[in-house]
């Protein structure tokens, strides 16, 4: 069948004509050998040879931390100004995991009661995904179905292949972009199933975890209290680390800035529900008074709760956690663990 097919070194081109019409985001190498997605002004800015970033693009959607509104004190009363400075931006080089965890947010920003800021960044986005070639022994996306080669949620994506790349629209948009770049593409005659499937078989080869949620998940279903959780919480530092790295992570607070009596402003930012006094009410109780509660309940949002109230798993088996986490908390492990729980 006819594709369209950009060779490795058009693809320059494509980056530059790309960065001169676009605010471009995309993976970089920082400091400390950390990638993470960041505005790209050039394309040496913009690294391609890697597996998954430390740092998950949905700081680009979600921000760590964002201004809502400021206000001002003055004679007639509050005048207050919502943030509306949202830029249309190119995210390019995303991973399947984190397109698919965008798709896992989307209903608890973007569903019944739409938050405007996180609208804003996921509708004035376009996302141009680079399909897998390799999984790092820590991946396991594939437990949650998802296709490391046809990312759900992208709009385009750029699949590896001889000399160069097969570009696949998945939407109109994408549809709209290829054909704003149609002179640096050729037309090439491939059997492009064929071509997913034997890349579909190179990394299944390479995924070290093979679990069942579904089994975890009916344990969780049937019991609250297990012994098991006592256990494993022991040796969690309860750092919160797991969280931030998450691409589906979403606790936030809220506070008031301000710098002076009369003006000021109302900003989120990201918290953990691994932390003692997330859960904290103004009486002084807590629900989730010790590890215990704050680590059963990390895990059984990410296999239940999410998927009983959206329909989506709450994990996308990027495995950013279990590289980050300081005492080894695998949560593969735990899914095995709890699937075994007779």
Known sequence: MPVKFLTADKL????????????????????????????????????????????????????????????DQTDEGIDLRVQTGYKPKVIFGM??????????????????????????????????????????????????????????????????YGSGYIIEECSYTGRELRELYQDLLTQEYVHLEKIKEEKRKQLSEQFVHHVSPSKAKETMDNNFELPYWDEISRKCLGCGICTYVCPTCHCFDIFDYAPEETTGSRCRCWD??????????????????????????????KIKYHLDRYGIEGCVGCGRCIVKCPVNMDITSIITDLGEVK
């Open 95 to 160: 991973r399947a995991c984190d397109v698919k965890a965008l798709l896992t947010l989307d209903p608890v920003f973007n569903s019944q009661w739409p938050d405007p800021h996180y609208a804003k960044n996921r509708n004035e986005t376009i996302i141009i995904c680079l399909a897998c070639d390799k999984a790092l022994s820590t991946c396991f996306c594939n437990t949650f179905g998802i296709d490391p080669v046809a990312p759900e949620g992208a709009d385009l994506v750029l699949i590896s």
């Open 272 to 301: 953990s529900c691994m932390y003692g006094d997330f859960t904290k009410m103004a009486g002084g109780h807590n629900p989730r008074p010790t590890k215990k509660e704050r680590v059963r309940n990390r895990f059984m949002h």
């Open 12 to 71: 320059q081109i494509f980056i530059d004509r790309l960065l001169a019409s676009s605010t471009v985001f995309s993976p970089s190498n920082q400091p400390g050998n950390v990638i993470r997605y960041t505005q790209a002004n050039k394309p040496e800015d913009i690294c391609i040879d890697y597996v998954n970033s430390d740092i998950s693009p949905k700081e680009l959607f979600f921000p760590q931390t964002e201004e809502l509104f400021s206000f």
